[in-house]
């Protein structure tokens, strides 16, 4: 098929408003509010269109459909959510840090059901703000809901741990854990609502008050839930944060009220927010950041497993996930059979739009991105390199068809560039030292995979590997997966360790209450236990 036709067979993916299925078409929706203090805020001025990467066939041809608007707020109102989140923070003293942590677990559950009963709204407002298959839209809010309940009992077993007393040299303590103050939480677009997440819930359930600014694609996504966080939450413990990015967070840093900063995006971006803040001592980072992960394909791999799992790797959502893996360095002398069945495996890939069943690769969610993605693989070709699989690289509208690039070397933007979309360069190497190296260089460390069946050429691979990223997948694609495992980065791939358990303590600082053991201090402590009137110093048990 040559290039043009098949650039029409993309194009006329894209159907008529009429032919799209009646259970995944979308009304428009133009969010007039905000939360700050607990009150949903009329908005009166102006507004940031969505339009979709999914297109409708019009009289004038495909043309991006319209979703929603939402609000672009300014300095004032972001100011006006960081003075209600400090108030319902005060200084410590507020309703909320001072909550136990049975009640704030209610209020947490009472969210829960409210979220569920928003759950086709937001599903389907994942799959049109950000072109997710209508499956991975599905598996994002239910994987979001199992998060949110392993948190809560990730907390329990944590309260449980921390309701007895230490005795130690005459001293006795009780040591918990207590809040940080107040949280600037701002997600990413790839996973706007469980990403996001992530950071939020941790967050808001030790203690903290929050101040939430949705990403700049997938904002309506958290629109149907600000009723949740309103009827669930005292006032001033989640605020929104609405507008342009470089408008808006530069001034919440300089106030230096800020305690915590939890950012999933760019490092330059993380940088340059961190660097606002007065008092970078007092300010902790919470960041997932740029990642450029590498697969190692060694002449003793399994050739199908490598394929199939590189695919899932590079692929999956369009390869525009942090975890993706953005390089392949493949041994030589397998590398033309391994390019061979991956391209033969991305040809039998279906492609097409979110709802259709068995859909892998959809339009792409950012507007400049296939512009960017043509503009790396023509400088591959300039320094070198070809599409090596049919039709590879072929863009129509928002749509990219993957591409394999090969061989790239060092010259090209390929090799260092997150590309974050559906190209899979490929570096043939003949010493391990070589894809090695390219690690040790590599500004990014998060992780990496190694796809072999050489137990010695193994062991030979983890144990300089772990030291220079922060997990080693073995014949299986980067993930971040399970959420119960440590998910973190080293150099500019991550600050801060998040998982279920990992993210609780990120949000919070251990904090004790200590007296030296005499008969005094015994009754004392003994009569502020048994009469309850204390919520950190306790010996309740959370069943």
Known sequence: MTTNSFKQKLTNLFVKEEDIPEEFRIEELHQQ???INGEMRKWNGPVTEVYSPILVQTNEGPKRKLIGTYPIGTEKEANEALEAALAAYDNGRGEWPTMSVSNRIECLERFVYKMGEQRDTVIKLIMWEI??????????????VEYINNTIDALKDLDRESSRFSIEEGVIAQIRRSPLGVV???????????????????????GNTLLFKPPKHGTLVHYPLLKAFQESFPKGVVNTVYGRGADVTPG????????????????????????????????RAILSL?????????????LSLAVNESILGSLSYNGQRCTAIKILFVHKSIVDAFIAKLNETIAGLKYGLPWEKGVMLTPVAEPGKPA???????????????????????????????????????KMKLYREEQFGPIIPIVPFESLDEPINYLI???????????????????????????????????????RGPDVFPFTGRK??????????????????????????????KELINSVVKGHESNFLSTNYIF
Do not use: W
């Not at 600037?184 to 030790?206: D, R």
């Not at 992780?447 to 997990?471: C, K, M, W, Y």
């Open 290 to 302: 740029d990642a450029k992960n590498a697969s190692i394909i060694t002449k003793n791999a399994d």
């Open 131 to 144: 072109g997710k298959s209508y499956a991975d839209s599905v598996k994002e809010f239910d994987r979001t």
């Open 441 to 479: 260089e590599s500004p990014h460390g998060q992780q990496v995979s190694v796809f072999t069946t050489d137990p010695g050429e193994t062991a030979h691979l983890i144990d300089p590997l772990v030291n220079l990223v922060s997990r080693v997948n073995i014949n299986s694609q980067c993930q």
């Open 492 to 521: 500019d791939s991550a600050e801060g360790t998040l998982s279920v358990v990992d993210a609780l303590r990120s949000f919070s600082i251990r904090s004790l209450v200590a007296s030296k053991m005499n008969d005094v201090n």
């Open 372 to 410: 960017y993605l043509t503009e790396c693989i023509n400088d591959a070709i300039a320094n070198g390199a070809q599409v090596m699989n049919e039709n590879g690289g072929t863009v129509a509208e928002s749509f990219v068809y993957p591409a394999v690039v090969y061989p790239v070397n060092n």
């Open 33 to 35: 509010e905000y939360l």
């Open 252 to 283: 919440l840093m300089k106030s230096g009220k800020i305690n915590v900063l939890a950012f999933i995006g760019s490092s330059k971006v993380a940088n340059d927010l961190k660097k606002n803040h007065p008092k970078l001592n007092r300010l």
């Open 184 to 206: 600037l939480c701002m997600g990413p677009f790839n996973y706007p609502l469980n990403e996001t997440f992530t950071t939020l819930i941790p967050a808001i359930i030790m």
